[in-house]
Nanobody, 115 residues
Framework: QVQLVESGGGLVQAGGSLRLSCAASGITFSPSAYGWYRQAPGKQRELVATISRSGNTNYADSVRDRFTISRDNAKDTVYLQMNSLKPEDTAVYYC?????????WGQGTQVTVSS
C-alpha cells in the first residue's frame, strides 16, 4: 500500500522560511511526477508546484521565485522549500504522487504564516 507522509509544517512569521518533506513508502518505482498542493479555509485545493521524474518543474504564479520543489528518487522523497512566506500562503499543504494509472495523496500538513 502506497503511503505519503508529509512533515515540516508549522507556524512562521511573514518573511520566514519552511521546508516541507513528503516521504513515500510502499512503492515499486518512482512516480512519474510529484506535486504539492494547498487548500486554505473556504477555498478549493490548488496546485503549488510539480516535479517530473526527470526533474522538470512547474510552479503556480503566486509562488514562483519564492518556493522550490525538489525530489530525491533514491529516498522516495519530495521537498518544498518555501521562502519569503506571506500570510496568504497559510493553508494545509498536501503531497501528491502520480503514476500512469494511479495517484496518491498525503494527509496534509498545516502551514500558518503570521503577519
Amino acid at each position: 500500500q502506497v503511503q505519503l507522509v508529509e512533515s515540516g509544517g508549522g507556524l512562521v512569521q511573514a518573511g520566514g522560511s519552511l521546508r516541507l518533506s513528503c516521504a513515500a513508502s510502499g512503492i515499486t518505482f518512482s512516480p512519474s511526477a510529484y506535486g504539492w498542493y494547498r487548500q486554505a479555509p473556504g477555498k478549493q485545493r490548488e496546485l503549488v508546484a510539480t516535479i517530473s521524474r526527470s526533474g522538470n518543474t512547474n510552479y503556480a504564479d503566486s509562488v514562483r521565485d519564492r518556493f522550490t520543489i525538489s525530489r530525491d528518487n533514491a529516498k522516495d522523497t519530495v521537498y518544498l522549500q518555501m521562502n519569503s512566506l506571506k500570510p496568504e500562503d497559510t493553508a494545509v499543504y498536501y503531497c501528491n504522487a502520480v503514476w500512469s494509472l494511479s495517484q496518491y495523496w498525503g494527509q496534509g500538513t498545516q502551514v500558518t504564516v503570521s503577519s
